[in-house]
């Protein structure tokens, strides 16, 4: 993953009141204790799992619950560093069409042309007739539970009503994540066809 996650992370554990929470998640990972995550590099994926994992346990957190802490920090960590995402996006739909074209070019500075592909193909999002939009994660990590504290986090952000609806996951099972994301008082606009990176067969 890249750093950008981990960096957001270490915040989160500086910020939790919990004293020596970063030391001690480092320690327990196995780092230095003055380890520093670069935003455009790329890191291991098992030592970012370990990084939550140890987070949630010094922090007495469920992996939910620490995904809907890291949402918030995230989102306050990105509004500074890219209000740019945030200024052209009317609504929180508009945001989350873009979602994977941010993504991707969060991605685009990694200089291993396999890994790039990877975080490329992991999101892929089709803007619906209607105005929903149908979200393909495909992910080993199962992080699926970030993205959804995530989207749930930017609709806050621009006040919008957004429903979930969960029909395929991989802690189920299936061998995808797909989601189909509603706002049912908001209008079907142009805004969010245009800015699809790319439409899949339904």
């Known amino acids: 993953m890249i750093g950008l996650i981990?960096?957001?992370?270490?915040?989160?554990?500086?910020?939790?009141?919990?004293?020596?929470?970063?030391a001690e998640v480092l320690r327990r990972v196995g780092l230095p204790e003055d380890t520093h995550f670069r935003l455009d590099t790329d890191y291991d994926d098992?030592?970012?799992?370990?990084?939550?994992?140890?987070?949630?346990?010094?922090?007495?957190l469920t992996r939910d619950q620490a995904f809907e802490a890291y949402a918030s920090a995230f989102l306050a960590?990105?509004?500074?560093?890219?209000?740019?995402?945030?200024?052209?996006?009317?609504?929180?739909?508009?945001?989350?069409?873009?979602?994977?074209?941010?993504?991707?070019?969060?991605?685009?500075g990694l200089r291993n042309p396999d890994r790039r592909?990877?975080?490329n193909d992991k999101f892929h999002i089709t803007a619906l007739d209607n105005g929903d939009l149908r979200v393909r994660y495909d992910s080993p990590r199962r992080w699926c539970g970030?993205?959804?504290?995530?989207a749930r986090e930017v609709a806050h952000f621009y006040g919008d009503h957004l429903e979930v609806t969960v029909a395929q996951c991989r802690?189920?099972?299936?061998?995808?994540?797909?989601?189909?994301?509603?706002?049912?008082?908001?209008?079907?606009?142009?805004?969010?066809?245009?800015?699809?990176?790319?439409?899949e067969s339904p």
Not at 6 to 16: G, T
């Open 146 to 150: 970030l993205y959804l504290a995530l």
């Open 6 to 22: 981990q960096h957001v992370l270490l915040h989160l554990l500086d910020d939790s009141g919990v004293p020596g929470a970063r």
């Open 117 to 119: 592909r990877q975080i």
């Open 46 to 60: 098992a030592q970012v799992d370990a990084l939550l994992d140890q987070a949630c346990a010094v922090l007495h």
């Open 171 to 199: 802690q189920r099972g299936d061998a995808q994540c797909i989601f189909q994301l509603h706002w049912p008082e908001l209008r079907p606009s142009s805004e969010t066809a245009l800015t699809q990176p790319a439409k």
């Open 77 to 108: 960590d990105t509004r500074e560093r890219f209000p740019a995402f945030y200024a052209m996006s009317a609504d929180s739909r508009a945001f989350l069409a873009r979602q994977a074209a941010i993504h991707n070019v969060m991605a685009s």
